[in-house]
C-alpha cells in the first residue's frame, strides 16, 4: 500500500461537529466496518494506512500517525500528513503529547498546542501547522504498545465524541499489532524448531551410519569365520543373532520417537516392571543400587513394553551420568491418584542451558548419544496421561520422577 492509496477512500466523511447519539451511532458503525480492513494487514505500515483511512472517515483532521513503543522510544515511522514519511524516534523521558499518551496510558486531549509547555513540534517541513492534538494510547491489557495521534489545523477541533472513536479503533489496533507479534514469534520458534531438527537428523543419520558400522563388521567377521573354521559355528551363530538384536534395538529407538504408536494396555505389577527394568540394566559394580519399592501399589493398565523403555532410558542416563562411582536409588509410590516412579542419581548434574530443551529430540552431551531417551520418555508417559519432571543440581545429581494416574486393571 503507497502513499496515494490513501487518498481513494474518502466517501463517507461524516461530520465531526455532530453530536447527536444517532450520528456517533453511525459513526462507530462506519469505524467498525473499516476495522475489518486490519484483517488483511500482515505490516505495521498496513495497520498503519488501515487506520488512516478508518478515522479519516469519521474525523476531520489534517494530520496524525501511528507510532509504536520500542524499549524506550516512541518510533513514527508512518505520518499521515506528510507526502513522504520521515522516520522519527521521541525518547519516552522527554517531552511530547503523544510521549505523555504513551507513558501515562491515559488520552491526551490539547485544545491549543501553541506554547503548550509539553508539546513538541511534530513531522516536518511538509506538515500543517498543528494547532490542536488528540493522543490515544493502543494497549495490551495495561501495557501500552503504541499511540494513535490526529492533529488539526484549527483549535478545540475535537470532541470527547472523536476520542472515544479513536479508543474503540485503538482496540482494534492492538489486536491486529499483537497479531503481528505472534506471527513473528511463531515464524521465530519454527526456524528454531526446524533448526534443531535438521542438526538432530543430521546427527541421528551420522550416528547411525557410525554405530550400524560396528553390529554389521561383527557379522561380518562372525561369517568369515564360519566359513573357515565350520567348528566355531555355535558361537558365531550367536554373535550374529546379538548383533543383529543390537540393530533392531537401535532401530526401534529411532523409530519409537519418530512414529507415534497407540499404546497397548495391559494389567502390570508396577513394581515388579520397576524391579525387573533394574535388574535388566548393565549397572558397573562401582554404582551402588536402592531400590525402594512402596508396598501396595495396585496393578495397573500400562504398555509394558514402552514403560519397560522408559525405565531403562531414566536408569541408562543416570549410569551415564555416574561415570566412576555413585549411588542410583529407584523408588515407587502412590501419590494421591497417581503411580508414581523416581529415579535418582548422585551424578555430574544437567546444566541449566540444557534444561529447557532436555526432552526435546535429538537434544545430547554424549558423543555416542543420539538425543532419543528422554524424548522418548515424555511421549510414553504423555501419552499414559502422566507427566515426566526432573530436578538436578549440578555436581550432585539428578531425580527423574515420572507420575501417571493409577488405571486400575479390570477384575476378571
Ligand atoms: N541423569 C542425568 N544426569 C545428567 N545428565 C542427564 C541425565 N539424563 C539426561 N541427561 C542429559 O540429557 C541429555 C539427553 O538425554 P537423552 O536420554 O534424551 O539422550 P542421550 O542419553 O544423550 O542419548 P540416547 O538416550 O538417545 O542414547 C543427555 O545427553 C544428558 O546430557
Ligand atoms: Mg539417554
Not at 251 to 269: A, F, G
Not at 357 to 366: A, D, E, G, I, Y
Request: hydrophobic residues 40%; contains cysteine.
Amino acid at each position: 500500500m503507497d502513499a496515494e492509496g490513501l487518498e481513494e477512500v474518502d466517501t463517507e466523511y461524516i461530520s465531526p461537529r455532530v453530536f447527536t447519539e444517532r450520528d456517533f451511532i453511525d459513526r462507530l458503525l462506519t469505524l467498525q466496518r473499516h476495522a475489518s480492513d486490519l484483517c488483511d494487514a500482515y505490516t505495521l505500515e498496513e495497520i498503519s494506512h488501515a487506520t488512516h483511512r478508518a478515522i479519516k472517515h469519521v474525523i476531520d483532521f489534517q494530520g496524525g500517525s501511528l507510532s509504536v513503543v520500542e524499549s524506550d522510544v516512541l518510533l513514527f515511522n508512518y505520518f499521515w500528513n506528510a507526502s513522504e514519511t520521515p522516520t522519527k524516534e521521541m525518547a519516552l523521558d522527554g517531552p511530547g503529547i503523544t510521549v505523555k499518551a504513551a507513558v501515562t496510558g491515559e488520552s491526551q486531549n490539547i485544545g491549543n498546542v501553541v506554547d503548550h509547555p509539553e508539546y513538541v513540534e511534530g513531522s516536518g517541513e511538509h506538515s500543517p501547522k498543528v494547532v490542536s492534538e488528540r493522543a490515544v494510547p493502543v494497549k495490551f491489557h495495561d501495557k501500552v504498545t503504541g499511540v494513535i495521534n490526529v492533529e488539526s489545523v484549527t483549535p478545540d477541533a475535537f470532541t470527547e465524541l472523536d476520542q472515544r472513536l479513536v479508543e474503540v479503533y485503538a482496540r482494534h489496533v492492538v489486536s491486529a499489532m499483537e497479531r503481528l507479534n505472534q506471527i513473528d514469534r511463531l515464524r521465530e520458534i519454527q526456524e528454531e524448531h526446524t533448526k534443531e531438527l535438521i542438526q538432530g537428523a543430521d546427527r541421528a543419520t551420522s550416528m547411525l551410519r557410525h554405530d550400524l558400522r560396528g553390529p554389521l563388521s561383527t557379522i561380518k567377521n562372525a561369517a568369515f569365520m564360519i566359513e573357515h573354521e565350520i567348528d566355531k559355528t555355535k558361537d558365531m551363530l550367536e554373535i550374529i543373532n546379538n548383533s543383529v538384536d543390537y540393530t533392531i534395538d537401535m532401530l526401534e529407538d529411532l523409530k519409537n520417537v519418530t512414529m507415534q504408536s497407540k499404546l497397548t494396555l495391559i494389567s502390570i505389577d508396577v513394581n515388579n516392571l520397576v524391579a525387573q527394568a533394574v535388574k535388566n540394566a548393565f549397572i558397573p559394580d562401582e554404582i551402588t543400587v536402592d531400590l525402594r519399592l512402596s508396598d501396595g501399589i495396585p496393578s495397573a493398565m500400562m504398555d509394558t513394553v514402552k514403560m519397560k523403555r522408559v525405565l531403562y532410558n531414566l536408569i541408562k542416563n543416570a549410569i551415564d551420568a555416574m561415570p566412576n562411582s555413585g549411588k542410583l536409588r529407584v523408588e515407587t509410590m502412590m501419590s494421591e491418584n497417581n503411580l508414581v516412579v523416581k529415579v535418582q542419581d548422585t551424578g555430574y548434574g544437567i546444566p541449566d542451558d540444557l534444561m529447557p530443551r532436555l526432552f526435546k529430540p535429538f537434544v545430547t552431551s554424549k558423543v555416542k548419544g543420539m538425543g532419543l531417551g528422554l524424548a522418548f520418555c515424555k511421549q510414553t508417559v504423555e501419552a499414559h496421561g502422566g507427566t515426566i519432571s526432573v530436578v538436578s543440581e549440578e555436581l550432585k545429581g539428578s531425580t527423574f520422577t515420572v507420575s501417571i494416574p493409577y488405571m486400575p486393571a479390570p477384575k476378571n
